[in-house]
Structures are given as structure tokens and as C-alpha cells.
């Protein structure tokens, strides 16, 4: 089955500081990639996405390539505000046999950025 | 547009009771989810539904039902709450792009129910 794996958290950093975040993932078919942020007290929203292989998703300063020999989705952020904590979540989507595309979530890694 | 919405935002139940979880989305969706957060457990996916009228478990089903009547709404149920089942839940929805490789099918999520069972 698929699956997602996430360096596990908290994450904590100084403004300004240089942000990675490791995801890894196995899946049976050719996945798109998706990094999701949960502020406090707040459902998910979508922070980037990638669909094949050496594309890279970014918004708001992060972005992620999609790493296919490496099976790799790494979040970076060159330099962090204390307004970026938040719980970061990888996932997959991917259309099993005959199936629908159910997404695939990581556990989530907690950012804390301290001023 | 609303988005996705949740009804209710709180609740605290009994155990025994029982209860339902709205979920509507105004963005002609196909495809919504109920999942279920935990501490360190991270998001579980409970029941999903691919259009109005099917229903489908997830990796978590047992203590829940769910229902598709109409195509904007997915109702979540508990027949008898457990203490278990206390957690935060989130709605979500997306379209559906069958027959792409790589659907760029991202999910919009509601802002979450958190249910404590006493």
C-alpha cells in the first residue's frame, strides 16, 4: 500500500533560519505530491503541490521537488518568520486499480519559530 | 464561497449518546472525506464518498456511519459515543480527475469538530 513517511517534530528554529522538512513516500502507481500547513485551530489548506517527476510546487517562500529516484518530497524555506508556525503535513494522492484517489497523509511535523 | 463548513464546532457528549457531524461544501465537489486527528497519530481517514448516494470505509470505520443524500453534504454519525472517539474532525472534499496520471486533486478541508466524550 502507500504509504508517507515525515521527519517527526517539534521543529524549532530561529527567525531567519534555513527550514527542511523530509518527507519520503512508497506508492504502487505515479503519485502527485502535496505539502498541506495546519495554523492552530485551523483545518488543513494547501501550502504546494507537484505532479511528476522534477517538478517543483512553491508558494510563500517554500517549495519542494518531487524526487522520483529518491522517492522524495522535501519541504525548504530559505528563512522562516515566527508567522510560519504551523503543522506541516506531506501526502500523496494516487489512483489505485479500478479505484479512487484517496489521499495518503504523513503524520505532520510541528514548526516552532521563535523571534 | 463558502468553502467547506462543519456543524458543529464544539460538542462534548456522554458516553452512549449519540450524534451527527455536518459537513457541506458549495463547490460542486464529487469526491468528500471524514477523518479523524489524534495526537502524534496524525490524520485518519474514517469514511469517504466519490458522489451522491455511495459511501466507502476508511482506515478507521468502526463506531461511525456516514451518508451521502445530497451532493453538498456528508454527514458523519455516531450511534454510541466512546470516549475513543474523542478527537478533532475534518471535513474535506475535492474534485475528480479520473483517467489523469498525476490528478491534481488537492483537498479543501472545514475548520474541524472537536468532540470529547465524557
Redesign the interface.
Known sequence: GNSVTQMEGPVTLSEEAFLTINCTYTATGYPSLFWYVQYPGEGLQLLLKATKADDKGSNKGFEATYRKETTSFHLEKGSVQVSDSAVYFCALSDKPTGGSYIPTFGRGTSLIVHP | NAG?TQTPKFRVLKTGQSMTLLCAQDMNHE?M?WYRQDP????R?IH?S?GEGTT?K?EVPDGYNVSRLKKQNFLLGLESAAPSQTSVY?C?S?W???GL???????Y????TRLTVL
Open positions: 467547506v469526491y472525506y502524534g497519530m496524525g490524520l481517514l469517504y466519490v466507502a476508511g475534518f474535506a475535492n475528480r480527475t479520473a496520471a498525476g490528478s491534481t486533486d488537492t483537498q478541508f472545514g475548520p474541524g
